[in-house]
């Protein structure tokens, strides 16, 4: 099935949607909490938000669309504030 929600989604996982590329460690430190078809991702300090997209195989864009009233520009992201994000895995 295509459709088909997994959950818990792992970091393992993560790694696999976003192809492997392993930048993301050093930009998406965050913790997050799966909600089935979205997480929430809490920002740490030091991460940006290609990171953060590179680590759950969305765009920047993706994020700042599903998250309009916490991001109005890209290059500014505060830590300890909440990300909703929809990770390709669900999509």
């Known amino acids: 099935m295509a459709d088909e929600v997994k ?14 590329y392993g ?4 930009f998406a430190k965050g913790s997050y909490v799966n909600y089935g078809n979205y997480i929430a991702y809490k920002v740490a300090p030091g991460d940006v938000l290609s ?6 195989g969305v765009t920047e864009e993706n994020i700042k669309s599903w998250n309009p009233d916490k991001i109005k520009n890209v290059d ?3 830590a300890g ?3 909703i994000i929809y990770p390709r895995i669900y999509r």
């Open 76 to 78: 500014l992201i505060y």
């Open 23 to 26: 930048a993301w460690q050093n």
């Open 51 to 56: 990171g953060i997209a590179m680590r759950f």
């Open 7 to 20: 959950t818990p989604i792992t970091d393992a996982e993560v790694e696999d949607v976003q192809g492997g």
């Open 81 to 83: 504030s909440t990300l």
